[in-house]
């Protein structure tokens, strides 16, 4: 059973900066894709950003220049660098793993990021 835990997040000033973990157990297979996603209220979940086993970065266009998103190589742990944080980033974010062969999301449960104004 593969289990995602997602840390990190927090209640941080217009202008600062978090880190965003996920740890990744119980994998039993190749991943290929693993995402970061938010929520805000009242909002549908949104991709932040994306990274391949070749290396592909992709970002939301509300993100780029200011998150990064990076793995170690085992693929245990992702994280997300968050800087110039702003209200607009107050969500919850969520880590993914996604299995294009079969169409397979795996979730964690969810971090809350609080950007004050």
């Known amino acids: 059973q593969v289990q995602l835990v997602e840390s990190g997040g927090g209640l941080v000033q217009a202008g600062g900066s978090l880190r965003l973990s996920c740890a990744v157990s119980?994998?039993?297979?190749?991943?290929?894709?693993m995402r970061w996603y938010r929520q805000a209220p009242g909002n549908q979940r949104e991709l932040v950003a994306e990274?391949?086993?070749?290396?592909?970065?992709k970002y939301a266009d509300s993100v780029k220049g200011r998150f990064t998103i990076s793995k170690n190589n085992a693929w245990t742990t992702l994280y997300l660098q968050m800087n110039s944080l702003k209200p607009d980033d107050t969500a919850v974010y969520y880590c993914?793993?996604?299995?294009?062969?079969?169409?397979?999301?795996?979730w964690g449960q969810g971090t809350q990021v609080t950007v004050s104004s």
């Open positions: 993914n793993i996604f299995r294009p062969a079969y169409a397979v999301n795996y």
């Open positions: 119980g994998k039993f297979f190749t991943i290929n894709v």
């Open positions: 990274i391949t086993d070749g290396g592909t970065l």
